[in-house]
Protein backbone atom coordinates (compact mmCIF):
# COMPACT_ATOMS: atom_id res chain seq x y z
CA UNK A 1 0.00 0.00 0.00
CA UNK A 2 3.01 2.20 0.87
CA UNK A 3 4.27 1.62 -2.64
CA UNK A 4 1.24 2.33 -4.36
CA UNK A 5 0.55 5.46 -2.45
CA UNK A 6 3.96 6.62 -3.68
CA UNK A 7 3.65 6.11 -6.85
CA UNK A 8 0.25 7.57 -7.21
CA UNK A 9 1.35 10.74 -5.50
CA UNK A 10 4.21 10.27 -8.28
CA UNK A 11 1.95 10.70 -10.98
CA UNK A 12 0.01 12.93 -9.71
CA UNK A 13 3.15 15.72 -8.94
CA UNK A 14 3.79 14.89 -12.35
CA UNK A 15 0.44 15.52 -14.03
CA UNK A 16 0.75 18.80 -12.46
CA UNK A 17 4.26 19.67 -13.27
CA UNK A 18 3.05 18.84 -17.06
CA UNK A 19 0.09 21.35 -16.72
CA UNK A 20 2.52 23.75 -15.09
CA UNK A 21 4.73 23.93 -18.08
CA UNK A 22 2.27 22.95 -20.79
CA UNK A 23 -0.55 25.18 -19.64
CA UNK A 24 -0.12 28.36 -22.00
CA UNK A 25 -1.25 28.42 -25.19
CA UNK A 26 0.79 31.02 -26.31
CA UNK A 27 3.76 28.60 -24.75
CA UNK A 28 2.73 25.75 -26.76
CA UNK A 29 2.08 28.14 -30.30
CA UNK A 30 5.68 29.16 -30.35
CA UNK A 31 6.71 25.71 -29.30
CA UNK A 32 4.58 24.85 -32.42
CA UNK A 33 6.17 27.56 -34.50
CA UNK A 34 9.54 26.11 -33.77
CA UNK A 35 8.74 22.19 -34.66
CA UNK A 36 7.23 23.62 -38.29
CA UNK A 37 10.48 26.14 -38.51
CA UNK A 38 12.84 22.95 -37.89
CA UNK A 39 11.18 21.06 -41.09
CA UNK A 40 10.55 24.21 -43.01
CA UNK A 41 14.54 24.21 -42.89
CA UNK A 42 15.21 20.64 -43.20
CA UNK A 43 17.23 21.15 -39.48
CA UNK A 44 14.87 17.90 -38.44
CA UNK A 45 17.23 15.13 -39.74
CA UNK A 46 19.42 16.14 -36.05
CA UNK A 47 16.86 14.25 -34.13
CA UNK A 48 17.61 11.06 -35.72
CA UNK A 49 21.30 12.00 -35.03
CA UNK A 50 20.51 12.63 -31.59
CA UNK A 51 18.46 8.79 -31.94
CA UNK A 52 21.73 7.32 -33.28
CA UNK A 53 24.02 9.00 -30.25
CA UNK A 54 21.20 7.65 -27.73
CA UNK A 55 21.92 4.19 -29.27
CA UNK A 56 25.52 4.56 -28.81
CA UNK A 57 24.82 5.25 -25.22
CA UNK A 58 22.95 2.14 -25.19
CA UNK A 59 25.66 0.28 -26.74
CA UNK A 60 28.32 1.84 -24.41
CA UNK A 61 26.51 0.90 -20.90
CA UNK A 62 25.74 -2.91 -22.52
CA UNK A 63 29.58 -3.73 -22.69
CA UNK A 64 29.59 -2.44 -19.73
CA UNK A 65 27.87 -4.59 -18.15
CA UNK A 66 29.09 -7.28 -20.23
CA UNK A 67 32.85 -6.86 -18.80
CA UNK A 68 31.18 -6.51 -14.99
CA UNK A 69 29.27 -9.98 -15.45
CA UNK A 70 32.76 -11.50 -17.03
CA UNK A 71 34.68 -10.62 -13.86
CA UNK A 72 31.92 -12.57 -11.96
CA UNK A 73 32.07 -15.63 -14.25
CA UNK A 74 28.88 -15.02 -15.56
CA UNK A 75 29.06 -15.64 -19.53
CA UNK A 76 25.56 -15.59 -21.23
CA UNK A 77 26.16 -14.70 -24.21
CA UNK A 78 25.87 -10.78 -26.07
CA UNK A 79 22.51 -12.27 -27.40
CA UNK A 80 20.91 -12.29 -23.67
CA UNK A 81 23.09 -9.83 -22.15
CA UNK A 82 21.80 -7.33 -24.23
CA UNK A 83 18.28 -8.90 -24.01
CA UNK A 84 18.35 -8.06 -20.08
CA UNK A 85 20.07 -4.73 -20.62
CA UNK A 86 17.14 -3.41 -22.89
CA UNK A 87 14.61 -4.49 -20.71
CA UNK A 88 16.27 -2.82 -17.82
CA UNK A 89 16.72 0.31 -19.78
CA UNK A 90 12.53 -0.05 -20.85
CA UNK A 91 11.88 -0.27 -17.27
CA UNK A 92 13.95 2.51 -15.93
CA UNK A 93 12.44 5.02 -18.35
CA UNK A 94 8.65 3.58 -18.53
CA UNK A 95 8.56 3.23 -13.97
CA UNK A 96 7.76 5.60 -11.42
CA UNK A 97 11.19 5.64 -9.10
CA UNK A 98 14.09 4.86 -11.80
CA UNK A 99 14.99 2.08 -10.67
CA UNK A 100 12.25 -0.37 -11.74
CA UNK A 101 15.09 -1.79 -14.28
CA UNK A 102 17.41 -2.58 -12.08
CA UNK A 103 14.79 -4.97 -9.70
CA UNK A 104 13.57 -6.63 -13.29
CA UNK A 105 17.33 -7.24 -14.68
CA UNK A 106 18.32 -8.35 -10.86
CA UNK A 107 15.92 -10.70 -10.70
CA UNK A 108 15.66 -12.26 -14.37
CA UNK A 109 19.80 -12.22 -13.87
CA UNK A 110 19.14 -14.18 -10.76
CA UNK A 111 16.83 -16.77 -12.28
CA UNK A 112 19.60 -17.37 -15.02
CA UNK A 113 22.36 -17.97 -12.71
CA UNK A 114 21.01 -19.79 -9.68
CA UNK A 115 24.24 -20.71 -8.56
CA UNK A 116 26.15 -17.59 -8.92
CA UNK A 117 23.60 -15.32 -7.39
CA UNK A 118 26.27 -12.88 -5.37
CA UNK A 119 27.84 -12.87 -8.71
CA UNK A 120 24.76 -11.46 -9.86
CA UNK A 121 23.97 -9.24 -7.56
CA UNK A 122 27.53 -7.47 -7.23
CA UNK A 123 27.63 -6.79 -11.02
CA UNK A 124 23.93 -5.39 -10.98
CA UNK A 125 25.35 -3.10 -7.85
CA UNK A 126 28.27 -2.02 -9.43
CA UNK A 127 27.35 -1.41 -12.70
CA UNK A 128 25.06 1.47 -10.65
CA UNK A 129 28.60 2.63 -9.03
CA UNK A 130 30.90 2.69 -11.72
CA UNK A 131 28.24 4.93 -13.72
CA UNK A 132 27.45 7.30 -10.96
CA UNK A 133 31.26 7.44 -10.17
CA UNK A 134 31.75 8.27 -13.99
CA UNK A 135 29.14 11.10 -13.94
CA UNK A 136 30.98 12.66 -10.72
CA UNK A 137 34.24 13.22 -12.66
CA UNK A 138 32.64 14.78 -15.93
CA UNK A 139 30.18 16.46 -14.02
CA UNK A 140 33.21 18.02 -11.59
CA UNK A 141 35.59 18.58 -14.46
CA UNK A 142 32.46 20.80 -16.08
CA UNK A 143 31.68 22.32 -12.89
CA UNK A 144 35.26 23.14 -13.21
CA UNK A 145 35.45 24.72 -16.56
CA UNK A 146 32.57 26.66 -16.77
CA UNK A 147 31.39 27.85 -13.18
CA UNK A 148 31.76 31.35 -13.26
CA UNK A 149 29.29 31.36 -15.60
CA UNK A 150 26.87 28.51 -14.44
CA UNK A 151 26.83 30.52 -11.11
CA UNK A 152 26.26 33.98 -12.94
CA UNK A 153 22.69 34.51 -11.64
CA UNK A 154 21.00 33.47 -8.56
CA UNK A 155 19.09 30.86 -9.62
CA UNK A 156 21.30 29.79 -11.63
CA UNK A 157 23.52 29.52 -8.34
CA UNK A 158 20.76 27.68 -6.44
CA UNK A 159 20.60 24.46 -9.00
CA UNK A 160 24.34 24.22 -8.58
CA UNK A 161 23.68 24.54 -5.27
CA UNK A 162 21.47 21.69 -5.35
CA UNK A 163 23.94 19.65 -7.66
CA UNK A 164 26.33 19.79 -4.77
CA UNK A 165 23.99 18.54 -2.15
CA UNK A 166 22.97 15.49 -4.73
CA UNK A 167 25.85 14.60 -6.07
CA UNK A 168 27.90 15.47 -2.99
CA UNK A 169 25.88 13.08 -1.09
CA UNK A 170 26.57 10.22 -3.43
CA UNK A 171 30.26 10.97 -3.11
CA UNK A 172 29.52 10.75 0.89
CA UNK A 173 27.56 7.57 0.64
CA UNK A 174 30.67 6.39 -1.16
CA UNK A 175 33.75 7.38 0.34
CA UNK A 176 31.57 5.75 3.47
CA UNK A 177 30.93 2.37 1.58
CA UNK A 178 34.61 2.20 0.96
CA UNK A 179 35.90 3.01 4.24
CA UNK A 180 33.56 -0.14 5.30
CA UNK A 181 35.06 -2.19 2.99
CA UNK A 182 38.80 -0.98 3.29
CA UNK A 183 39.02 -1.38 6.87
CA UNK A 184 36.83 -4.63 7.04
CA UNK A 185 34.10 -3.14 9.08
CA UNK A 186 30.91 -5.13 7.47
CA UNK A 187 30.25 -7.06 10.17
CA UNK A 188 30.05 -4.20 12.82
CA UNK A 189 27.17 -2.68 11.05
CA UNK A 190 24.64 -2.81 13.23
CA UNK A 191 21.31 -5.20 12.37
CA UNK A 192 18.54 -1.94 11.67
CA UNK A 193 20.85 0.15 9.96
CA UNK A 194 19.05 1.61 6.71
CA UNK A 195 20.36 0.49 3.76
CA UNK A 196 22.52 -2.65 5.38
CA UNK A 197 21.97 -5.31 2.80
CA UNK A 198 23.05 -2.37 0.09
CA UNK A 199 26.11 -1.36 1.66
CA UNK A 200 27.34 -4.96 2.37
CA UNK A 201 26.92 -5.47 -1.44
CA UNK A 202 28.66 -2.11 -2.60
CA UNK A 203 31.58 -2.93 -0.03
CA UNK A 204 31.93 -6.67 -1.36
CA UNK A 205 31.55 -5.05 -5.35
CA UNK A 206 34.75 -2.82 -3.74
CA UNK A 207 37.03 -5.54 -2.81
CA UNK A 208 36.28 -7.53 -6.01
CA UNK A 209 36.52 -5.14 -8.83
CA UNK A 210 39.46 -3.70 -7.27
CA UNK A 211 41.37 -6.85 -8.05
CA UNK A 212 39.99 -6.62 -11.95
CA UNK A 213 41.36 -3.17 -12.77
CA UNK A 214 41.38 -3.62 -16.10
CA UNK A 215 37.57 -4.54 -16.63
CA UNK A 216 36.74 -1.88 -14.03
CA UNK A 217 38.73 0.19 -16.07
CA UNK A 218 36.86 -0.62 -19.55
CA UNK A 219 33.91 -0.26 -17.35
CA UNK A 220 34.61 3.37 -16.37
CA UNK A 221 35.26 4.50 -19.77
CA UNK A 222 31.98 3.09 -20.70
CA UNK A 223 30.38 4.74 -18.71
CA UNK A 224 31.59 8.26 -19.44
CA UNK A 225 31.01 7.13 -23.61
CA UNK A 226 27.36 6.61 -21.99
CA UNK A 227 27.19 9.84 -20.23
CA UNK A 228 28.60 11.99 -22.96
CA UNK A 229 26.48 10.20 -25.30
CA UNK A 230 23.47 11.55 -23.44
CA UNK A 231 24.74 15.02 -23.29
CA UNK A 232 25.14 14.75 -27.40
CA UNK A 233 21.49 13.40 -27.48
CA UNK A 234 19.99 16.62 -26.06
CA UNK A 235 22.65 18.86 -27.81
CA UNK A 236 21.56 17.17 -31.56
CA UNK A 237 17.80 18.02 -30.60
CA UNK A 238 18.77 21.39 -29.74
CA UNK A 239 20.63 21.80 -32.81
CA UNK A 240 16.85 20.35 -34.80
CA UNK A 241 15.10 23.84 -33.48
CA UNK A 242 18.27 25.52 -34.44
CA UNK A 243 19.13 26.47 -31.24
CA UNK A 244 23.10 26.57 -31.41
CA UNK A 245 25.06 26.98 -27.45
CA UNK A 246 29.04 26.34 -27.31
CA UNK A 247 29.66 22.13 -26.85
CA UNK A 248 31.19 22.82 -23.63
CA UNK A 249 28.33 25.19 -22.18
CA UNK A 250 25.68 23.02 -23.12
CA UNK A 251 27.69 20.17 -21.46
CA UNK A 252 28.27 22.13 -18.55
CA UNK A 253 24.70 22.48 -18.25
CA UNK A 254 23.49 18.91 -18.65
CA UNK A 255 24.64 17.58 -15.79
CA UNK A 256 22.38 19.77 -13.61
CA UNK A 257 19.40 19.09 -15.49
CA UNK A 258 20.60 15.16 -15.65
CA UNK A 259 21.11 14.96 -11.54
CA UNK A 260 17.20 16.87 -10.71
CA UNK A 261 15.47 15.13 -13.47
CA UNK A 262 16.65 11.42 -11.99
CA UNK A 263 15.16 12.46 -8.37
CA UNK A 264 12.58 10.30 -7.55
CA UNK A 265 9.55 13.02 -7.25
CA UNK A 266 8.00 13.39 -10.98
CA UNK A 267 7.55 10.22 -13.42
CA UNK A 268 10.90 9.98 -15.48
CA UNK A 269 11.75 13.17 -14.63
CA UNK A 270 9.08 14.75 -16.79
CA UNK A 271 8.52 18.67 -16.02
CA UNK A 272 11.47 19.61 -13.89
CA UNK A 273 13.40 18.71 -16.37
CA UNK A 274 11.74 21.43 -18.80
CA UNK A 275 11.87 23.94 -16.17
CA UNK A 276 15.81 23.39 -15.27
CA UNK A 277 16.55 23.82 -19.11
CA UNK A 278 14.55 26.70 -19.85
CA UNK A 279 16.18 28.37 -16.46
CA UNK A 280 19.74 27.28 -17.42
CA UNK A 281 19.50 27.63 -21.53
CA UNK A 282 17.36 31.03 -20.80
CA UNK A 283 19.03 33.17 -18.49
CA UNK A 284 22.98 31.70 -19.56
CA UNK A 285 22.59 31.53 -22.93
CA UNK A 286 19.93 33.66 -23.62
CA UNK A 287 17.84 30.97 -25.57
CA UNK A 288 13.74 31.40 -25.22
CA UNK A 289 11.72 29.39 -22.65
CA UNK A 290 9.22 27.70 -24.81
CA UNK A 291 12.26 26.28 -27.09
CA UNK A 292 14.51 25.36 -23.65
CA UNK A 293 11.15 23.17 -22.94
CA UNK A 294 11.20 21.97 -26.03
CA UNK A 295 14.43 20.60 -25.91
CA UNK A 296 14.04 18.86 -22.79
CA UNK A 297 10.95 17.49 -24.09
CA UNK A 298 12.25 16.24 -27.16
CA UNK A 299 15.34 14.92 -25.45
CA UNK A 300 13.21 12.72 -23.37
CA UNK A 301 11.29 11.54 -25.90
CA UNK A 302 14.04 10.70 -27.97
CA UNK A 303 15.92 8.50 -24.92
CA UNK A 304 11.91 6.79 -24.64
CA UNK A 305 11.99 5.39 -28.20
CA UNK A 306 15.23 4.08 -28.18
CA UNK A 307 13.93 2.16 -24.86
CA UNK A 308 11.07 0.68 -26.64
CA UNK A 309 12.93 -2.61 -27.83
CA UNK A 310 13.06 -3.43 -24.31
CA UNK A 311 9.07 -3.75 -23.93
CA UNK A 312 8.88 -5.94 -26.89
CA UNK A 313 12.15 -7.52 -25.85
CA UNK A 314 10.83 -8.60 -22.40
CA UNK A 315 7.42 -9.57 -23.82
CA UNK A 316 9.28 -12.36 -25.42
CA UNK A 317 11.73 -13.27 -22.75
CA UNK A 318 11.66 -16.44 -21.85
CA UNK A 319 14.39 -16.81 -18.55
CA UNK A 320 15.50 -19.93 -17.27
CA UNK A 321 13.23 -21.53 -14.40
CA UNK A 322 10.00 -18.88 -14.62
CA UNK A 323 6.75 -19.86 -16.11
CA UNK A 324 5.38 -16.99 -18.13
CA UNK A 325 5.79 -13.31 -16.10
CA UNK A 326 6.12 -12.24 -12.57
CA UNK A 327 4.49 -9.25 -10.83
CA UNK A 328 7.17 -6.06 -9.92
CA UNK A 329 5.80 -6.85 -6.04
CA UNK A 330 7.10 -10.67 -6.33
CA UNK A 331 10.36 -9.79 -7.70
CA UNK A 332 10.92 -7.23 -5.33
CA UNK A 333 10.79 -9.66 -2.87
CA UNK A 334 13.16 -12.05 -4.34
CA UNK A 335 15.61 -10.04 -4.70
CA UNK A 336 15.57 -8.26 -1.29
CA UNK A 337 15.28 -11.67 -0.03
CA UNK A 338 18.68 -12.73 -2.45
CA UNK A 339 20.46 -9.47 -0.70
CA UNK A 340 19.71 -10.14 2.42
CA UNK A 341 20.71 -13.71 2.38
CA UNK A 342 24.32 -12.81 0.71
CA UNK A 343 24.66 -9.42 3.51
CA UNK A 344 24.12 -12.64 6.47
CA UNK A 345 26.84 -14.57 4.65
Not at 217 to 245: D, E, R
Request: with cysteine.
Amino acid sequence: MKQKLLTAAQVAFTAALLYWVYHDPVARGKMKEALVRSYTEGTYWWLGAGILAYFVVEAAAAIRWQVLLRVQGINLGNMRVGGLFLIGMFYNQFMPGGTGGDIIKSYLLLKETPDNKPGALLAVVFDRVIGLTALIVITGVLIYLRYDWLAKTPETRGLLYVLFIVLGSAVLALFTSFLVSGFNLLHKLPLRIPGRDKLIEVSAAYHLYARHWKATSVAFIMSSIAHLGTFVTFLCVAYALNVHVPIVNFFAIMPIERTISSLPISFGGAGFREKVLGLLLGQLAGVEKELATLIGSLGFLTILICSLPGGLVYFFYKPSGVAGHVRLRQMREEVAIAEHDFSER
